[in-house]
C-alpha cells in the first residue's frame, strides 16, 4: 500500500494514470516501510493509496525526485514496447533509434 502526501486526486475526477511514486506504508521481503519507490499500477495511480504487487514496483534511485520517478516508466515502457514487441529486437539484433531522446 503506497500513501500520497498531498492527495493527488479529486472524487470528479475519472482519469487515474498508471505510473505512481511515493513511499511505501506496507511492503514485502524486499522492500521498507517508507521506503521511496516508483512502480506501475494498472489504473488508481492518482489516489492518496494504492494496493500494487510487490514485483510492480521498484525502489526509487536517490537522486531522482518524485516526479522523475513516477515519469520514468512511461518512456521506458513505450521504448521496450516499440524496440522488443513492434520492431521485434532481440539479442542478435542491431537497432538504431535516430532522433530518440
Request: net charge positive.
Amino acid at each position: 500500500r503506497i500513501k500520497f502526501s498531498p492527495p493527488l486526486s479529486s472524487s470528479s475526477s475519472p482519469f487515474s494514470p498508471y505510473h505512481p511514486s511515493s513511499s511505501s506504508s506496507s511492503c514485502g521481503a524486499s522492500l521498507s516501510i517508507n521506503d521511496h519507490v516508483m512502480g506501475v499500477s494498472f489504473f488508481g495511480a492518482y489516489s492518496t493509496s494504492i494496493n500494487v504487487p510487490l514485483a510492480q514496483l521498484r525502489r526509487k534511485p536517490s537522486h531522482w525526485t518524485f516526479s522523475q520517478a513516477a515519469a520514468f516508466p512511461v518512456q521506458a515502457l513505450t521504448a521496450w514496447y516499440a524496440l522488443c514487441d513492434l520492431g521485434r529486437v532481440h539479442d542478435s539484433v542491431t537497432a538504431s533509434t535516430p532522433s530518440s531522446s
